[in-house]
């Protein structure tokens, strides 16, 4: 096992926890990079994260979006806008 000490707090992780891997799944994005990847503004995106439209939390008072959620949120909506679309067509 691996042991991690700081702040003093140590913690064990198992053998087959691998930290590349696990930073990979929790990239972190600035409210400036979502904006950019999804090309709207900052403000727009902090009025869908006060309307808890999307999902985000706050490091250190900056507001941070997990990239792996931004994906998936990005999915949900497309799939509800071809699911509404096939539905007015009748399909």
């Known amino acids: 096992m691996q042991i991690f000490a700081?702040?003093?707090?140590?913690?064990r992780l198992p053998e087959?926890?691998?930290?590349d891997e696990k930073l990979e799944d929790i990239?972190?994005?600035?409210?400036?990079?979502?904006?950019?990847?999804?090309?709207?503004?900052?403000?727009?995106l902090q009025r869908m994260i006060r309307?808890?439209?999307?999902?985000?939390f706050k490091v250190g008072g900056q507001w941070?979006?997990?990239?792996?959620?931004?994906r998936l949120w990005v999915e949900d909506r497309e799939n509800s806008l071809v699911k509404l679309e096939k539905e007015s067509r009748g399909i």
């Open 16 to 19: 087959e926890f691998s930290m």
């Open 51 to 56: 309307n808890g439209e999307l999902p985000a």
């Open 27 to 44: 990239r972190l994005l600035t409210l400036s990079e979502a904006a950019n990847l999804l090309q709207v503004s900052t403000r727009t």
């Open 6 to 11: 700081g702040i003093g707090i140590a913690f």
């Open 64 to 70: 941070r979006l997990r990239e792996t959620q931004l």
